[in-house]
């Protein structure tokens, strides 16, 4: 069974931490993306990979930034957390390779940060 | 990008067949039309894609016009559990490499009443 895991299902911060997100796929997909979402806004794509140590700027990247440093994990980093970044993240995971149509989504990380 | 269109919410009952459709008025050649499935507090999945005409699984049929400018998902005799937000995505296939694959819009809430 095809798995997307994100480390936290729940996540409270201050203002100011280092936050460190984290997702991991058992797929050996080349691509992976982090996502936020928000009532009212849907799904917006924060950064996308499609290769190890590769990333491209989403719609959002602002105040955020990403690590590949193997096919498996991607990494989603707050550098400084403001109260704006409270949200549901979520990772997915896709093949490059025909005939997987599909992405597959973890459980997604609930953070607050106050 | 090609921009999505569809309705914000639907109700409908048990037993009833759903249509939910999506305008894309300006997709590409090389554009797929995915739709995923999203319950609370749980990540998107992918219900069905297609190209062009119609595409069928177990789950869910596509209704692809020839020219492509929208798309109905059908959801046959839904039941209270369908109940879910249903988002359209117009994109590159997977293939590609390409983050447009997985652009969401914001949805279409649909409620299944008893």
């Known amino acids: 069974d095809v798995k997307v895991t994100q480390s936290s299902r729940y996540l409270v911060k201050r203002t100011g931490e280092k936050v460190f997100l984290e997702c991991v796929q058992d797929m050996d997909h080349e691509n992976m993306f982090w996502y936020r979402q928000d009532p009212g806004l849907g799904l917006r794509l924060i950064y996308f990979s499609y290769d190890v140590k590769m990333k491209e700027k989403g719609d959002i990247p602002e105040g955020y930034s990403v690590s590949r440093e193997k096919k498996e994990r991607f990494s989603l980093i707050l550098e400084s957390a403001s109260t704006n970044q409270t949200s549901m993240y979520l990772c997915?995971?896709?093949?490059?390779?025909?005939?997987?149509?599909?992405?597959?989504f973890g459980q997604g990380t609930r953070l607050t940060v106050v | 990008l090609a921009k999505t269109t569809q309705p914000i919410s639907m109700d409908s009952y048990e037993g009833q067949e759903v249509n939910i459709t999506c305008s894309h008025n300006?997709?590409?050649?090389?554009?797929?039309i995915t739709w995923y499935q999203q319950f609370p507090s749980q990540g998107p999945r992918f219900i069905i894609q297609?190209?062009?005409t119609k595409v069928t699984n177990e789950v869910a049929s596509l209704f692809i016009p020839a020219d492509r400018k929208s798309s109905t998902l059908s959801l046959p005799r839904v039941s209270l559990s369908d109940t879910a937000v249903y988002y359209c995505?117009?994109?590159?296939?997977?293939?590609?490499?390409?983050?447009?694959?997985?652009?969401f819009g914001s949805g279409t809430q649909l409620t299944v009443l008893p």
């Open positions: 995505l117009v994109g590159e296939g997977p293939s590609s490499g390409s983050a447009r694959q997985l652009t």
């Open positions: 997915a995971s896709s093949s490059l390779q025909p005939p997987n149509t599909e992405a597959f």
């Open positions: 300006n997709i590409a050649t090389n554009d797929y």
């Open positions: 297609g190209y062009k």
